[in-house]
């Protein structure tokens, strides 16, 4: 059982489209998360939700809009796509990050976006 | 800005020898992790180490945290050709966040 699941894995589309990706955890994690890594393999957190709350958003076009139905399901939605928005993006979840303990990524296998 | 910074940004080495990687970062943390990325996959958690540690061992892999400067390294001894992957560090900054901010990693080549 794929423990943080995300799709597609691949996106292939034309500037100025809009396109979702969607992510799942069934590690029963309270906290979801969405990073983009570039192409030099720099990774930066882009937004995190815990319990359907947005508690970190980074400084990102309002293009990209994240949605949580419900703790286990995060989605991506990206409006007027761009060159720039090539990457491959991961979602990942941990327990709690504001409880007690460390707070440890669970990471999905990553959507590599491509916009031609 | 970025917090954490590794170096080298690539190693190659033969299969059984050593290979250590380092990372620097610039505020309080609470704790400091690497991950493990193949080609193509997502990181995977390998080992923590908390800010009141100095050292950890996880099978073929030690951690070493030095907060007056600092910096941590990744030793993986006895390498595998299997190995052969980025490696990222990751701080958990103090104030409790939420929020882990990763390096640009080190890409490893474990030569057979």
């Known amino acids: 059982d794929t423990a943080v699941s995300q799709t597609p894995k691949y996106l292939v589309t034309q500037m100025g489209n809009d396109k979702s990706i969607k992510c799942e955890q069934n590690l029963g994690h309270d906290t979801m998360y969405w990073y983009k890594q570039d192409s030099k393999k720099f990774l930066k957190i882009m937004f995190s939700y815990n319990n359907k709350e947005l508690i970190i958003n980074e400084t990102v076009p309002n293009r990209f809009s994240p949605k949580s139905p419900d703790k286990a399901h995060l989605n991506l939605h990206i409006n007027s796509l761009e060159l720039g928005d090539s990457a491959v993006y991961f979602c990942?979840?941990?327990?709690?990050?504001?409880?007690?303990?460390?707070?440890?990524?669970?990471f999905g296998a990553g959507s590599r976006l491509t916009v031609l | 800005s970025q917090q954490g910074e590794e170096d080298p940004q690539a190693l190659s080495i033969q299969e059984g020898e050593n290979a250590t990687m380092n990372c620097s970062y610039k505020t309080s943390i609470n704790n400091l992790q690497w991950y493990r990325q193949n080609s193509g996959r997502g990181l995977v958690h390998l080992i923590l180490?908390?800010?009141?540690?100095r050292e950890k061992h996880s099978g073929r892999l030690r951690v070493t945290l030095d907060t007056s400067k600092k910096s941590s390294s990744l030793l993986i001894t006895a390498s595998r050709a299997a190995d052969t992957a980025s490696y990222f560090c990751a701080t958990d900054r103090s104030g409790n966040t939420g929020k882990l901010i990763f390096g640009q990693g080190t890409t490893l080549q474990v030569k057979p």
């Open positions: 180490i908390r800010s009141n540690e």
């Open positions: 990942a979840s941990s327990r709690n990050p504001q409880g007690a303990g460390a707070n440890v990524l669970t």
